[in-house]
Every structure is written in C-alpha cells, then in structure tokens.
C-alpha cells in the first residue's frame, strides 16, 4: 500500500541539557518519510519549502524511496523554522522561536503519483489544510490518521471537529486527550473522541508508552528504556510514521495489527531520540529494527501463574 504524508518539511535549532545544534533538518513530515523507507514502504510527501531548503536534504529522501514530487518549492520565500530548549527531564520544553515563512500560505498539490494513496497521514497543520487535502483526493483513502495539537483546539475547534468526524484514526498526547474531551480519565475521553468519529484513538504518553483504543478494547504498551536520551523532537512524528508503514506493508487495518503497528512506532521513536534531529533515523538499518522490536518482545512478555 501506498502512504502519503501531509506535514512540515523543516530547520530545528536545538537545546538539550546535552547539548545544542544549529539550524538542521527537522518537520513531522521529514521523519514519517524517513520513518516509512525504513519499512521499504513506498511513500510521497506532500508540503512546502522555501528557497533556502539544501538540495541535498530533498536528495537524501529521494535516495529513500520517498516521493517528493509534492513537496512545492518558493524560491524567494524561507522553511518553516522553530527553535526550543528543553528542560531537564527532556518532558517539558520552551519554544524559543518560530517562523511560520512559506507554511503560513501552505496550498497542498497533491501529485498524480499520489491520488491513489490507501493511507493518508495527516500530519499537525491547521484542520482547514488537512481537510483541504481530503476533498483534493479524487477517491477517499482507506485508513485516515489524524494528528493535531491543543493550539488547534483552541484557535480552530470547529475545523477541527469537521476534521476529526473524517478521521479513521487520531494521534494525540494525554494532554491533547483531555482538553479535546473534557476528562481527565483517558478511558473515558477515548470513549468521547470515538464519539466524534475516529474509530482508532492512539493516545501518547511521552516516556511512559501508548495507549490504543478500538471498540471498548484498550492496548497498552511502555517506552523501551534507553540509556541516552539526548533530543525528544520528532519522536512523536517518527511514531506515527513507524505506525502508518507497518499497516500499509501489512495492508490490514484490524485491531491486532494496530497492537503491532503501535510496537513498530515506539521502536522507531526509540532511535529518534538517540541523537539529534533526524540523524539517528537515517542510520538505522531493517536489522537494527528488527532487534529492537525483539527488546520491545523481550520487555513486555510474561507468564503468571495465578
């Protein structure tokens, strides 16, 4: 199955009490493409870049298999940039600088290549783009995955549910969870949001694992514990995207092969947050992935006898 990924392309500038970069790849939609190769997924991106984008970085994706042919290049305008620093425990972060530049008029093509596209990932864009992109497909995708923020909830909420009540499967944090709900019970506002459309609510808690949701049946699984964590930008995008090719390779969205999907993404999460950006990512060979899913295995199985 073909899978097209709808996000930002992008510089990140950051601080970690590890250390800090300069301006380096970054964007939701650079680790899902990254994230999908890793599977030998065929995968399209769909976004846009200013002048200043290096030529290189569109190479590398290519040299992955990723369709970048709706990718849109503005030659006088600049790359959506953000720069954070994170706090000690790497949980909580302070945005420093944003600069919104060419995205701030995004107008998703959606390349021929691409219209026939099983999965849609959607990634974190204001709910008018995402639903844009739905009604721009000349057939609608098999599986719909959503993911969106509280700044949408907030500036945006009835787009936002018009973009929800579409949606086959949402992504969001616990945070993101209870505001979207109003429950701080995450059984319970997983029960509300699947009243809202979705009928697969993947709920991320960060260090402490996932959560996923399907028709009164709950799959819980732990972050793997790692020994250096260094930089925690763009795992929740690399857990999408590890989540979205592992379905389009099986080519079956049933509940059993969401419980392996959400295995696949929090491995490939795993490796994001070892180094910096998207450098840990693009090293990462299938055998590498494969031990770790086996650590994941090794972490969570058991037997009690009662």
Sequence with gaps: MKLLVVGSVAFDA???????????LG???????????????ESGIVSVIGGDFPQSDLDMLTSRGVNIEGIEIVKEGKTFFWSGKYHNDLNSRDTLVTEVNVLENFDPKI????????????????????LSVLERMKNRPKLVILDTMNFWMDSAWDTLMQMIAKTD???INDEEARQLSGEYSLVKAAKKIHEMGPEFVIIKKGEHGALLFHDGKIFAIPALPLEEV???????DTFAGGFAAYLAKKADFSFETMKSALI?????????????????LQEVTEGEMIARIKNFKDLTTFEVEV
């Design 14 to 24: 950051i601080e970690t009490p590890f250390g800090k970069t300069d301006k380096i």
């Design 27 to 41: 964007g939701a939609a650079t680790y899902i493409g990254i994230a999908s190769s890793i599977l030998n997924v």
């Design 111 to 130: 390349p021929e290549s691409m219209q026939d596209a099983e999965i849609l990932l959607l990634g974190n864009l204001h709910p008018g783009v995402q």
């Design 169 to 171: 499967v949402i992504t």
């Design 230 to 236: 260094f930089d925690p930008t763009g795992a929740g």
């Design 264 to 280: 696949v993404g929090s491995a490939m999460a795993s490796f994001t947050v070892e180094k910096f950006g998207t450098e840990k």
